[in-house]
């Protein structure tokens, strides 16, 4: 389906480690991706003979990195930043969602967790009426190395299929009497004690912002949470075609004036009258993004944001022009919420 893997694929390198693939946009001949499982005699996750443990965040999975593969962090000049990079040679096999979703709808052997992620994307498929070949399972599904608690992570390809899901996520959960339910207080702040982890923001914002995200909660009394990605085609971005270099860290507020990105990872929200409350004073900040998932659908449009993160500049080397952006979730510091 995809050529170069993308948000939602994993991939597993030489060395038996499985890595969860980030953004749209790659360097020629590597591919920006991040531990996610990692081989460990102690592990709590088994998949054939071979153990593994999970790692969440950031810094965990940079020390990792620094202690076993320091050759796969690369201070990437493009993107301004240390990332994870993988050489497609040291890539072993690549797990693709949409492929995950087709071997368990062909199965007569399905376990708990397998089946309540089929039964989630066919009601999904059925009630947005999309495809099945732009929907897909990631996360710990898609390796074989659930747990019976692990979560289900649809995956949906293209612009149109997302807004469609998304659409029909929340006639459901509305409807009410469908297997999915919004996040109830203490389901949240069980989530809150868990991003609150590597993610700063008190529990209130949070619930302010994540009580009325349609693409997490429950799905048959199991955690979900869906992604929305942009198809190949629609990616008009090449590595290099646009630059992006680091300005500092600041704090800001301004005014959403265009969300329609917002429900993607990456996602992104246009603003206005951004004015910088602490950090370096560059104008103009144009656009908060992220390639987090927890900060899809933070704001709508209308909405007064503040927001702390890091500043980019942002050269578009195609259509020569320059603007900022804030870049959030690279830092446990970063957050945006609603100005009250």
Not at 22 to 40: E, Q, T, W
Not at 187 to 203: G, H, I, P, V
Not at 270 to 298: N, T, W, Y
Request: include cysteine; charge should be neutral.
């Amino acid at each position: 389906m995809h050529p170069i893997p993308i948000e939602g694929y994993l991939i597993e390198s030489i060395e038996n480690i499985i890595f969860d693939v980030k953004g749209l946009v790659h360097p020629p001949d590597k591919i920006v991706a991040f531990p996610r499982f990692i081989p460990d005699l102690e592990g709590p996750r088994q998949r054939k003979e071979k153990k593994y443990r999970k790692v969440y965040s950031l810094s965990e999975r940079f020390s990792f990195l620094e202690k076993n593969l320091p050759k796969y962090i690369v201070c990437d000049s493009v993107f301004g930043e240390k990332l994870c990079e993988v050489p497609l040679e040291a890539v072993k096999k690549v797990y693709n969602p949409v492929n995950r979703l087709k071997v368990l709808r062909k199965s007569r052997n399905l376990d708990s967790l397998e089946y309540a992620a089929l039964q989630c994307l066919k009601l999904l498929k059925e009630t947005a009426n999309v495809p099945w070949n732009k929907l897909g399972i990631s996360g710990s599904l898609l390796v074989e190395m659930h747990s019976e608690t692990s979560d289900i992570d649809p995956v949906i390809y293209g612009v149109e299929n997302c807004w469609k899901v998304h659409a029909a996520l929340q006639k459901l959960i509305e409807e009410g009497d469908t297997p999915f339910k919004p996040y109830n207080v203490k389901e949240l702040k069980a989530l809150f004690d868990f991003r609150s982890k590597d993610t700063l923001m008190n529990f209130e914002d949070f619930v302010t912002v994540e009580s009325r995200k349609v693409w997490q909660g429950k799905f048959m009394g199991r955690d979900y949470f869906i992604r929305f990605v942009k198809d190949q085609k629609e990616i008009n971005e090449q590595y290099g075609d646009i630059e992006y270099k680091n300005c500092g860290y600041a704090k800001i507020e301004a005014t959403v004036v265009d969300d329609s990105e917002s429900i993607f990872t990456p996602c992104t929200y246009k603003i206005e009258d951004a004015k910088v409350v602490e950090g370096p004073k560059l104008q103009p900040i144009k656009e908060i993004a992220s390639f987090r998932g927890r900060f899809c659908e933070q704001a709508k449009k209308g909405e007064t944001v503040v927001a702390q993160g890091k500043v980019e500049n942002v050269k578009d080397n195609k259509r020569h022009s320059e603007c900022f952006r804030l870049l959030l979730g690279n830092n446990p510091s970063d957050y945006m919420i609603l100005k009250s």
